[in-house]
């Protein structure tokens, strides 16, 4: 397939056209070398290819003699159309089952054209040798094209249904520019091979320049638009640890101030509920000194014992809420069991514990939980010390709001609930209760005994 009427024109266009392939070869090839990304790869190993054509052409327009009974242009090229297959198979992301008609073409398409490498060289050997196969070889020439043009039609159908995307859009103007031009090339090389200016390959080989610029710049996009992906995921996954530290230095600075309030707490609940009673029994004990009375003194000392005894159950309260190993629903339950029990026990009352499994799930901050846990203690006192009852209940359960509710109920002979007096410790454990944003309710009579609940919200 040698040049014809004007070679000049022939040999300046291949010229410039090799000059470009040179320089996308060697650059996809750096580019390939130093990102290792498979489709540059196969579009540096592609390029390469063409490029070996076009060098060959040049120097057959030269009119070097070429190698005897081997038509090297046309194996040439049809390896580079093999390589182009599978670049473009690559780059359209085929898919086996919804670009089915394209995945399966451009898999056997490299074996086929194998094949017509084959036949194409026994041909040509045999119509130079042995003056045999000029029409099958004409056959087999316009059949391999015809396939080839079938191929290019089939990846442009498939490269149209993603032209949403910029990078299938160059990709669908590439392979359109090919098929075009390859048209082009073959009507020229078949009907007017002798009349032509330029010839048929040379049309082509300004194809091959198009091509380049459209996949070249659909690589490139690709590239730029990973690139922002991967900084967008990078920006995410950094905003996300800057969220994570955020939150962790939210909760340290709330911690520390959950620390210094429950520190407040526990120095007010000292000095209140503890520091009151040191100082009565400092008071009893100067006055025990100088008491004459023999009685006096008893009484005193009775009132010494009970204070110091409600200092170390006071005392024992506060050390016990503070240990971690305590900080459950669980544990702040069988507390209040192991304290009632006994004195349920003592005073001969029929006493039952219903509680709702699910209460045990629930956390609890240690402030409400002790202050639920004294609030449920000062009410079975309460209970232990006025109702005269006989049966008792402390119940565990949920509302059906969501809330926490704890239910003390007896029969015995209830109290007036409107009474301003505070001998029974309603109006503390409404102070308890209002400290941590709980409703606690009162309803006592002589018919039905005492129920007393507490109603804490949760989250």
Known sequence: MQAQANPDINYIVFVMVTGALLLASVYHSVLFYYNRVKLIGYYSVYLWSVFAYCFIRCVYVRGIPHIPY????????MVSFALYIRFTKAALELDPIKD???????????????????????LFWSFFILKLGGVVYTVAYLAIRAFLLFIGFVSLIAAMKKRASPYHRYIFYGILSLIIIGLLA????????RNQYVDALTVLAVGYNIDMFFFSGAISYKMRAETIEKENANRKVLEQ???????????????????????SRIATELHDEIGSTISSISIL?????????????????????????????KMDDIIWSLNPRNDSMEKMLLRIKQFATPLFEARNINYEYPINPD?????????????????IKEAINNLIKHSG????????????????????????????????????GV??????????GAIIDFVSSGEVGTYVSLSIKIG
């Not at 209460?359 to 609030?375: F, G, N, S, T």
């Open 241 to 263: 640890e800057l969220e994570i530290q955020r939150n962790e230095m939210e909760r340290l600075v709330l911690s520390f101030h959950v620390k210094e309030q429950e520190r």
């Open 186 to 193: 073959t009507i020229i090389e078949v009907l007017w091979k």
């Open 359 to 375: 209460v045990y799930e629930i956390p609890l901050p240690i402030e409400i939980r002790q202050q639920a846990y004294l609030i």
């Open 100 to 122: 089915r008609l394209a995945y399966r073409y451009s898999t056997i398409a490299p074996a086929i054209i194998v094949g017509y490498i084959a036949l194409h060289s026994f």
């Open 389 to 424: 009852c006989i049966k008792a209940s402390l119940i565990a359960d949920m509302s059906a709001g969501g809330d926490l509710v704890f239910t003390i109920k007896d029969d015995g002979v209830g109290f007036d609930t409107n009474s301003e007096s505070d001998r029974n």
């Open 427 to 436: 109006l503390n454990m409404k102070h308890r209760a209002e400290s941590i």
């Open 70 to 77: 081997f038509s090297g242009d046309e194996v040439l090229q």
């Open 285 to 313: 004990s100067e006055v025990i000194i100088k008491e004459k009375n023999e009685t006096s003194v008893r009484s005193m000392q009775a009132e010494i014992k009970n204070n110091a005894k409600q200092i170390m159950e």
